[in-house]
């Protein structure tokens, strides 16, 4: 069809076309350049070890491991600009093997021929299995390609080790309220890029409202701006954006987090260390995190249960009793005021007495039973259950102990080798109580 022919198909004359759509407030104000940008001083900061390797050009294998918006994407896109190596996008969520391997082809065509280095950035590079990840390791390993791994999750458990070990890590941390800040004046002024032109301003108490929804991302931070900022052009009146703008637009906050990743870990640790240095405060702020962010109320009534044994053992026996009444409760009575009972039982377990002789002395004993393997039960432990057994001494010498008019016998119940070995040591009393906080 020839392009006179496909002009008379248009359903619209030109002058009523539409005009070219914009792309999103977030990707026009992704910085080009290292002055550009925001955040991360302690990974490209002036003189960082990383940042002069991409002003010289000098880049290895490196993976981006960071929560979304902190900039990895960007500092990819930042590479992409400065190296003199052939650049290739690569997502891990739209490609696979097959096209890993054309890339691969032409990069070895490129070398080759050419003498040019390529540069390979896959994004998300956790969502590939550890199988389709081993297709890198020769390539990166031959110097082939250049890798720049993005991902969200913790590298030791997504990334296959032999990649990692080619690889250099570099974390990059949810962005400081400061540089949050200094992103969204750059959006309000930018009269090219941003909403400069527009005469959209913000109230402090919004512009700090903003800042704390985005939560360290920035990509949060401009997606919600660019909402607002529509919502006020369409009411065509006052152009500031109020806190009660942005409570009546954006709703809620949503809090960063992830039921299986990394975050599922450190928020649930953070709650069980509140409650074993018996801090309500911390335990009940830990909690609330997790329950805002989705998390299943039957996973950390769970572990409450291992905590009431674990931590406070014998030091207060009710403690199982409490926490097996709470997750029974969160089991009966489901969210939301299931959440009731998870807060009652994380006030008493933080405040309870703590002792974790019990459980210390089982790990004592299992290192025991490995070390010294399948020790004999003593003999006079042993049950005599036929004739032949009583003849060879089995029971032999047991003292019953309601015999005894002190209800205790003396007699040893451990294996010879391990005679005298004490496993379970609680403290006194006095020592084990802790102040409720």
């Known amino acids: 069809m020839s392009v006179q022919d ?19 407030l977030a990707d026009r104000l992704r910085p080009r350049d290292l002055p550009d940008f925001v955040g991360q001083d302690e990974v490209v900061g002036e003189g960082c070890p990383l940042r002069l390797a991409i002003e010289e050009d000098r880049l290895t294998s490196v993976i981006f491991w960071g929560p979304p918006g902190c900039g990895k994407t960007t500092l990819a896109h930042v590479i992409a ?35 040019q280095r390529t540069i390979l950035f ?77 005469g959209i301003n913000l109230t402090e108490d919004a512009r700090q409202w903003l800042v704390a929804f985005a939560n360290g991302d920035a990509r949060a931070l401009l997606t919600a701006l660019e909402v607002v900022a529509a919502h006020v052009e369409a009411l065509g009146a006052d152009r500031v954006i109020t806190r009660e703008l942005l409570d009546m637009t954006l709703r809620k906050k949503l809090l960063r987090y992830d039921k299986g990743g990394e975050e599922h870990y450190n928020l649930i640790s953070a709650y069980i260390k509140s409650l074993r240095d018996s801090d309500p405060d911390g335990a009940l702020y830990w909690l609330a995190r997790m329950l805002e962010g989705g998390e299943d109320p039957k996973f950390i009534a769970r572990r409450m249960v291992i905590f009431a044994s674990e931590d406070i053992g014998n030091a207060d026996p009710l403690a199982i009793v409490v926490a097996s009444a709470v997750a029974q409760a969160v089991q009966f ?29 089982l790990l004592r004993a299992l290192e025991d039973a ?29 003292k019953y102990v309601h015999e005894d008019a002190t209800a205790r016998t003396e007699q040893t119940h451990l294996p010879g080798p391990l005679h005298g070995k004490r496993y379970y040591t609680p403290e006194s009393e006095d020592s084990t109580r802790t102040d409720p906080k």
């Open 333 to 361: 009575v489901g969210l939301p005021e299931a959440q009731i009972n998870l807060a009652q039982g994380a006030t008493y377990l933080a405040t309870r007495p703590k002792d974790n002789a019990s459980y210390a002395g």
């Open 6 to 24: 496909k002009t008379s198909l248009d359903l619209f004359p030109a002058s009523q076309s539409r005009a070219p759509l914009r792309s999103p």
């Open 81 to 115: 600009r400065r190296t003199s190596a052939h650049f290739v996008p690569f997502s891990a969520v739209t490609s696979g093997i097959p096209e890993l391997r054309d890339v691969i082809k032409a990069a070895e065509h490129r070398r080759e021929m050419q003498g």
């Open 370 to 398: 490995r070390a010294f393997g399948n020790l004999a039960v003593p003999l006079h432990l042993q049950n005599a259950v036929t004739s032949l057994m009583m003849d060879l001494g089995y029971g032999k010498g047991y």
């Open 122 to 198: 896959v994004d998300e590079i956790h969502r590939f299995n550890k199988a389709q990840q081993d297709a890198f390791l020769p390539h990166v390993e031959r110097g082939t390609v250049i890798l720049i791994g993005a991902t969200t999750e913790n590298p030791s458990f997504e990334i296959i080790a032999p990649l990692l070990s080619r690889s250099l890590v570099v974390v990059l941390r949810p962005l400081s309220d400061q540089a949050l800040k200094s992103i969204l004046d750059r959006a309000l002024k930018d009269p090219e890029q941003g909403l400069g032109g527009t």
